[in-house]
């Protein structure tokens, strides 16, 4: 059995944004060349999240009001008191910040239209996604 880690540094330019990490990945997992196994694609960050989904710009754009409608980032949460990002922390609790992703010969299994996104909820920031793969 192989482990193997790595982490994906990304710059992200607005309060709210989503960026397709899709790519990155699977250039990683090629140039590990990789087999059979699990992904899993986790940010350490409690301000951001992970979904995978579609990366429609309308989907993106639905994808960012819904968690500012449930989050309320103009709301008056407590958190705010100390940083004013109880939003970002909301929605995270939400979406969450980890994925488990199946690798079939050095692919990943997504279907024809999933991506795996990043969601960043807090920003400009810089951030870190890490993956470990667990299989041949």
Do not use: C
């Amino acid at each position: 059995m192989r482990i193997l880690r790595s982490s994906l540094n990304i710059s992200t330019r607005s309060r709210f944004e989503v960026i397709d990490i899709t790519s990155m990945i699977e250039n990683w997992l090629r140039e590990s060349n990789v087999g059979n196994g699990l992904l899993l694609v986790y940010t350490p960050h409690t301000t951001a999240a992970l979904a995978i989904n579609e990366y429609e710009s309308g989907l993106r754009q639905d994808i960012l009001e819904m968690l500012k409608s449930l989050t309320k980032p103009d709301a008056h949460w407590r958190h705010n008191l100390i940083d004013n990002n109880a939003h970002a922390h909301l929605a995270n609790v939400i979406v969450g910040g980890d994925k488990i992703v199946p690798v079939e010969n050095g692919k990943l299994t997504l279907g024809t239209w999933q991506r795996l996104l990043f969601i960043e909820l807090d920003g400009p920031r810089r951030r870190e996604v890490r993956l470990v793969y667990v299989g041949e």
